[in-house]
């Protein structure tokens, strides 16, 4: 080290320069609680000093079952000044599926808040989950559980003596499978600052933002817009639940700026009645991940809304391209290219590097990707595509072309891809063709056992408010817009279509419960 050389810095040494520099900006607002990055400094030590004088030392694990909140953001980033990995689990999941990732995870301890602290107590009880395990609950039934508030409380407010390195596991964030154990994505303190940074550049983040996070704090999409923001020094607005107008009341309330969305949310956002009387001029730049935004509806909330909207490519487990807001218009349909730092190929079904204009897995690496699966040293491999001279690219099971700039385009999931004939279809192309019908709000095509072809496409289409639509007129108009080999074979109409907690179909349930129909 030279003689001005210092540590690189990671995000629990930003909340404690903020505390110093910002100390009375608002750092958080929930409803009606705020705390000004003096505070959230403070309390972040707190919650550090008391992991660690519970036994929770550098490496341990908590696992975090709540509903967004004050505490939950405490939490998720005082862990991180103990140099403690936290493990945040969907509250929406079954009770099996907690207690395995609670156990696969290697957790010590569960911080959970008011009817999730009941469930622990009946997996403890039924012996799905051991008995030392150390609760910290909020609005806790009593019992066993550590009172939070009075806990975090009680604990001194001044620096921890030691602090994690860039290589300290930081998160395993649980991936978002309906069947068998979820794998854990595991992120470190170096690979989340390169998360701050390079997506606070791209998604246009700086000191001046009001970040809303209107998703579960478990969720990777959260964890970006609170990264970026607390790099920046901004101010995180956090809501309880999503409601569309609740949304639109916050950007009032707060003059919201910035946030990250899934594209269903943008869906009940347009469908709010007096949207363009509302006083949203604050937004100033939005992005919206998790699954593919239809381009109507990219541009029509890029323009009700007036302001910037960039669309993220990109898995927890890594790699991210944005489509820019220079490049909007004339790629709208795309979803940009590799942000710094950033490089993707595409591979064929032998492995093999895709020839320019080709279809192919697409593939990447870069300093945003994960260490690896926890415990899956397997699934791990399986995730990995390695190159000619040995560089390992980490896999995503989505199918992409590029254009001639470059730019990405997705095609479809992998293992949605449809095989009909001996011929690959890809249901995205599709349900682009079924989203210009008038009376289409969403539509999900699924492939199911055909004695002649194989599979064939089946289309399980929601209709706007007001409108209906017959099924075979649906599908004859379908049929005469698509390929002679992407017809589809019929329609079923559905309330919903069936989405995990990001808003992404889940095609899965819908091939379970339509296939031997």
Known sequence: MGAFDAPRPLIPDAIAQHGHWLADKPALLCGERRLIWRDFDRSTNQVGHGLASRGL????????????????????????????????????????????????????????????????????A????????LRLGVDAPGGGWIDFDAWRDAAPTRPLDYAPGPDTECNIIYSSGTTGLPKGIV??????????????????????????????????ISWVAMLATILAGGTL????????????????????????????????????????????????????????LPADLKRATRDRLGCELIELYGLTEGIVTTL????????????????????????????????????????????????????????????????ADGRRWLRTGDIGRLDDEGFLYIVDRKKDMILSGGQNIYPADIESVMLGHPAV??????????????????????????????????????????????RISGVRVHDALPR???????????RRSLAGG
């Not at 039924?126 to 395990?133: A, H, V, W, Y």
């Not at 309880?240 to 949304?247: I, M, T, V």
């Not at 349909?333 to 942000?339: D, L, M, Q």
Request: aromatic fraction near 4%.
């Open 324 to 387: 820019a807001p220079e490049d909007f218009d004339r790629k709208i349909e795309s979803v940009g290219k590799p942000i710094p730092g950033q490089q993707l190929k595409l591979v064929r079904d032998d492995d093999r590097e895709a020839a320019a204009g080709e279809c192919g897995e697409i593939v990447g690496y870069g300093r945003l990707v994960m260490e690896g699966y926890h415990n899956r040293p397997e699934a791990t491999l399986e995730a990995t595509w390695t190159d």
């Open 500 to 510: 995990n907690p990001n808003g992404k179909v889940l095609k899965r349930e819908l």
């Open 237 to 292: 607005v956090i809501m309880p639940a999503f409601s569309a107008e609740g949304l639109v009341e916050q950007v009032e309330r707060h003059g919201v700026t910035h946030g990250s969305f899934v594209p269903v949310q943008f869906q009940r956002l347009l469908e709010v009645p007096d949207l363009d009387q509302r006083r949203l001029g604050s937004l100033r730049a939005i992005m919206c991940c998790g699954s593919l």
């Open 126 to 133: 039924s012996g799905e989950l051991p008995p030392t395990l």
């Open 187 to 220: 992120h470190n303190h170096g690979c989340r600052m390169h998360w701050a940074t390079d997506l606070a550049i791209a998604l246009r983040y700086h000191s001046g933002v009001v970040t809303l996070c209107s998703l579960g704090l478990y969720s990777n």
């Open 441 to 486: 709000l969403e539509v999900a095509v699924i492939g199911i056992p055909d004695t002649r072809w194989g599979e064939t496409p089946l289309a399980v289409v929601v209709t706007r408010a007001g409108a209906s639509v017959e099924p075979d007129a649906l599908v004859d108009w379908t049929n005469a817009r698509v390929g002679r080999q992407q």
């Open 57 to 124: 030392d550098p490496g341990s694990r908590i696992a975090v079952l709540m509903g967004n909140g004050v505490e939950m953001t405490q939490l998720l980033f005082g862990a991180g000044k103990a140099a403690v990995s936290v493990v945040p689990l969907n509250p929406s999941v079954n009770d099996a599926a907690v207690a395995a990732m609670i156990t696969d995870s290697g957790a010590r301890a569960v911080a959970a808040s008011g009817d999730h602290c009941r469930r622990i107590d009946a997996l403890i």
